[in-house]
């Protein structure tokens, strides 16, 4: 049984670090290091779970394209809760609200199902990694946008130079900071 610190220490040294990927600049920090070691991957998700736990009162977990649906059904199955998908455009059947959202180099649009999450119930957003937070900050709005209650954010990686977090309106919770 490791304490929290081995824990840490075990998942940030298992995130891949890779200069100037996808482009030159950019420091890509890779999730996928993580879960190709069972041990570090055991240790993340007891992290994940002891953070949502302190929340009050999680009723569904919305998992963001592609990396966020590697962690959100994992957290829900392990809370008894539905988890829900946020989708780039064109992917989801049925009814969707849409926000757009700038990126760097020019725009995408994210979808939610509309009847996806029930009136009243409390949401979880939850994505590998927080850098901008323009991809966070449009999914908070699809949640509000169909009258549905935030409480709170997860990013397994928060990139804390960017301040990302300052365009969220709703509390912010990472377990490794670069
Ligand atoms: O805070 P931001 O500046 O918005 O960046 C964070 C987003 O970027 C990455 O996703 P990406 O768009 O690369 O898509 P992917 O998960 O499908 O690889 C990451 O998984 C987050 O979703
Ligand atoms: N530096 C980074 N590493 C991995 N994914 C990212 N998404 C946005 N910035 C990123």
Redesign the pocket.
């Known amino acids: 049984m490791q304490d929290k610190q081995g824990k840490l220490d075990l998942v940030r040294d298992s995130i891949g670090s890779?200069p100037d990927?996808p482009k030159p600049g950019?420091?890509?920090?890779?999730?996928f290091g993580v879960l190709q070691n069972p041990k570090a991957s055991e240790c993340l998700f007891e992290l994940i779970l002891e953070e949502v736990k302190k929340l009050p009162s999680v009723e569904v977990v919305v998992g963001l394209d592609s990396?966020g649906f590697l962690f959100g059904p994992v957290i829900a199955l392990n809370l008894g809760i539905p988890f829900v998908p946020v989708r780039k455009r064109g992917k989801l059947p049925g009814k969707v609200q849409q926000v757009a959202f700038v990126l760097e180099y020019g725009q995408d649009v994210l979808e939610l199902q509309e009847d996806s999450i029930k009136p009243g119930q409390k949401v979880l957003i939850v994505d590998?990694?927080l850098?901008?937070g323009g991809?966070m900050e449009a999914s908070c709005k699809l949640i509000t946008q169909i009258g549905r209650e935030l409480v709170g954010c997860l990013a397994i990686?928060e990139?804390i130079d960017i301040q990302g977090r300052k365009k969220l309106n709703a509390p912010v919770t990472s377990i490794i900071q670069y």
Do not use: E, N
């Open positions: 890779y990927f950019i420091l890509f920090r890779d999730i990396r590998d990694l850098a901008t991809t990686i990139l």
